[in-house]
């Protein structure tokens, strides 16, 4: 990672350079990583005031998880799907070659106050705006959870991982109206781990024609591809 001095403020998001790529070195990234939004962690130790409570929690624990010995760089995807069962989370490591390597897997189900939010905004309803603005923010507190219960149970600290990859909670999705909404605050996530976080993946992918799922196909050619051989991959979601 560069320097702390040389990160942009946390209150502005901002794109990969051309100079400081934010994927594996030997990745191929398809165009839609172009206007990705990144949020860079302020301090290492993630949030420099804390609020309090699971809050604080949240961003003290990774600190002090032991030291890793993996090999690799280490990197963090959340995923919480329309099935609204909860958060799952996995910390890879990826070596020089691309290779993936499991670390570690967490799951936490989502708590029932908020899995009612998220499914009441899921329809029209009143006061949407400050609702998915608070929604938006406990996804970042549960999402933190469970970065936190990953990094202690691999024993693997902050510092050591490059990137926490998530797109948020799905509420709408109009692909054929030319937009799709998902709900998470990536600069909060970014200050209650200490680690830099990549989100908002979907509305560009949908902007450049897309259904919005920008990252499963490069993915699935990578990791299932075979010269001589054709292959399915079935994402069942949230009808399982």
């Known amino acids: 990672m560069s320097d702390d001095s040389k990160k942009p403020p946390p209150d502005a998001p901002t794109t990969p350079s051309p100079g400081k790529p934010r994927v594996p070195p030997d990745a191929n990234p398809p165009a839609v990583h172009d206007s990705t939004v990144i949020w860079p962690h302020a301090t290492a130790g993630g949030s420099a005031g804390g609020t309090g409570g699971d809050s604080e929690k949240a961003a003290s624990a990774p600190a002090a998880a032991a030291s890793s010995t993996h090999n690799g760089v280490h990197y963090i995807g959340l995923m919480s799907g329309t099935s609204l069962d909860g958060v799952d989370g996995v910390l890879v490591d990826v070596n020089a070659g691309g290779t993936l390597t499991l670390r570690g897997h967490h799951h936490q189900p989502f708590v029932a106050a908020l899995r009612e939010e998220l499914l009441a905004l899921n329809a029209p309803t009143e006061n949407e705006l400050h609702r998915c603005a ?107």
């Open 134 to 240: 608070l929604a938006a923010r406990d996804v970042a507190l549960a999402y933190a959870s469970v970065v936190t219960a990953l990094l202690l149970e691999s024993s693997t600290v902050a510092r050591e991982v490059r990137a926490i990859g998530a797109h948020g909670q799905t509420v709408r999705h109009q692909p054929h109206a030319g937009y799709t909404l998902q709900l998470l605050d990536g600069a909060l996530l970014a200050e209650l781990t200490g680690i830099d976080v990549v989100c908002d993946l979907r509305r560009r992918d949908v902007a450049a024609g897309g259904q919005g799922a920008p990252l499963a196909p490069g993915f699935h050619a990578a990791v299932f591809g075979h010269a001589n051989e054709a292959r399915a991959v079935l994402n069942l979601g949230g009808i399982s």
